[in-house]
């Protein structure tokens, strides 16, 4: 069974750009999640897609980050204009959504480096 | 943000030795996960636990989800180098908001 697809692995902008990334989640998982990692933390949850509705972007800064999973499958997150505290790694994470099939899996990340 | 509380925060052992590790939380849980983390990669999920008092293992690791649903230790038998990594502890608290609370993890390193 194919993992969660995350393109690219590396991006290196300047801090005012633009840039997008790209998740395929694993095939019938209905819930996609985006989460941003900074170096020594955690996983944060950005963004939760159910199909292709939002659950929660509580966290997500809405002034810059933005993110769509319009046919509910892939997803972009897209990040415009870049600070240099968004360096981190972007992971994308998918789940079937149930109940009992709610464990996360995630994919390599999309690393971000802002300079 | 909540999170959970996850100690030790680093080990460094020698091969061959037994490593614990755990998450704590002051809210019930429905479920635990551990996650480890590889230099470059993404979390990778080790064991998953859905009940009360639930013991699994996965080859050399066991996991167990505590009594009171507000804990959860990790166990890795007879280390062994590629053990090295950040392993992560994430919960799913009771109730109806289902979002993921991760501990800040455990960097495990591993003397050959």
């Known amino acids: 069974e194919a993992g969660v697809a995350q393109s690219p692995r590396y991006k290196i902008i300047e801090k005012r750009q633009s840039v997008a990334f790209w998740c395929n989640p694993i095939?019938?998982?209905?819930?996609l999640y985006w989460y941003q990692q900074i170096l020594g933390q955690g996983p944060k949850l950005l963004i939760q897609f159910q199909n292709n509705g939002v659950v929660d972007d509580s966290q997500l800064p809405k002034d810059r980050f933005s993110a769509e999973r319009l046919k509910g499958v892939d997803s972009t997150l897209k990040i415009q204009p870049a600070k240099l505290e968004d360096s981190a790694v972007y992971l994308c994470?998918?789940?079937?959504?149930?109940?009992?099939?709610?464990?996360?899996?995630f994919g390599e990340g999309s690393w971000l480096t802002v300079v | 943000g909540q999170q959970l509380n996850q100690s030790p925060q680093s080990m460094f052992i020698q091969e061959g030795e037994d490593v614990s590790m755990n998450c704590t939380s002051s809210?019930?849980?429905?479920?635990w996960l551990w996650y480890k983390q590889d230099p470059g990669e993404g979390p990778v999920l080790l064991i998953a636990l859905y009940k009360a008092g639930e013991l699994t293992s996965n080859g050399r690791l066991t996991a167990q989800f505590g009594i009171t649903r507000k804990d959860s230790f990790l166990n890795i038998s007879a280390s062994i180098p590629s053990d090295v990594g950040i392993y992560f502890c994430a919960g799913q608290p009771a109730g109806n908001n289902r979002k993921l609370i991760w501990g800040l993890g455990t960097s495990l390193a591993v003397n050959p």
């Open positions: 809210s019930i849980f429905n479920t």
């Open positions: 994470a998918s789940s079937l959504g149930t109940v009992s099939g709610n464990t996360i899996y």
């Open positions: 095939s019938g998982h209905a819930t």
